[in-house]
């Protein structure tokens, strides 16, 4: 059973919408989405067993090789897997991610503890549509910390393109649903819009 939880409950990252102060960093961000024939509950169960022996739903070998790259850099890389195959809460381990946001059916937000030049997360996001349809949003937001981050980031990015649409498309298959529309890529968070937080 997935516990739902209104918000984040872990150290991480919190999105702020239209806020100043102690913040002004760029926000990088990349948002891939996919409409399946199915309901939020029929997705989600594919969507919550991420990591571990289940694996990412496409180019694990990719995957394998940046715990590898971690491990070397000193961090904890794959190894840790996850504490349940099934359940998910606030605070969990997913090999390189920490859970920050579990909402049953409706968003799982990851934050990478790997080691990286910047602060990253990974949300997944379920909306139901009209037609017994729903979509599947998948958001890589990045806060990079200084040239190293931006030489990061942009370094990674020709990657998304087949790395995130193969995921949606491995999720869909997971599921056992059909594709109606996608992956494609849209503005999920708008430039200047968004902003990113320290949590103290």
């Known amino acids: ?78 190894s840790r897997g996850r504490r349940s195959a099934t359940e998910l809460y606030p605070g969990d381990t ?23 030049p910047g602060k990253a997360d990974l949300t997944f996001r379920l909306q139901k549509l009209e037609n017994g349809q ?17 030489l990061y980031w942009y370094a990674v990015m020709p990657f998304h393109h087949f790395v995130f649409n193969g995921m949606l498309r491995g999720i869909a298959k997971a599921a056992g649903k059909k594709i109606c529309r996608g992956p494609e890529k849209f503005s999920g968070l708008a430039p200047g819009e968004e902003t990113l937080r320290k949590n103290s």
């Not at 729903?134 to 931006?150: D, I, K, N, V, Y």
């Open 1 to 78: 059973m997935h516990r739902k939880i209104p918000g984040r409950q872990s150290k991480g990252m919190i999105f702020v919408t239209g806020a100043t102060g102690d913040i002004g960093e760029r926000l990088f961000n990349d948002s891939r989405r996919i409409i399946l024939e199915a309901q939020p509950e029929e997705i989600w169960p594919a969507v919550a067993s991420i990591g571990g022996e289940v694996g990412y739903y496409y180019a694990d070998w990719l995957w394998k090789i940046r715990g590898l790259i971690d491990q070397l850099c000193g961090g904890v890389g794959l």
């Open 94 to 116: 997913i090999d390189f991610w920490r859970v920050a946001t579990v909402n049953e059916f409706d968003v799982l937000t990851l934050s990478a503890v790997m080691k990286l």
């Open 134 to 150: 729903s979509e599947l949003q998948l958001t890589a937001c990045f806060l990079p910390r200084g040239l190293a981050g931006l």
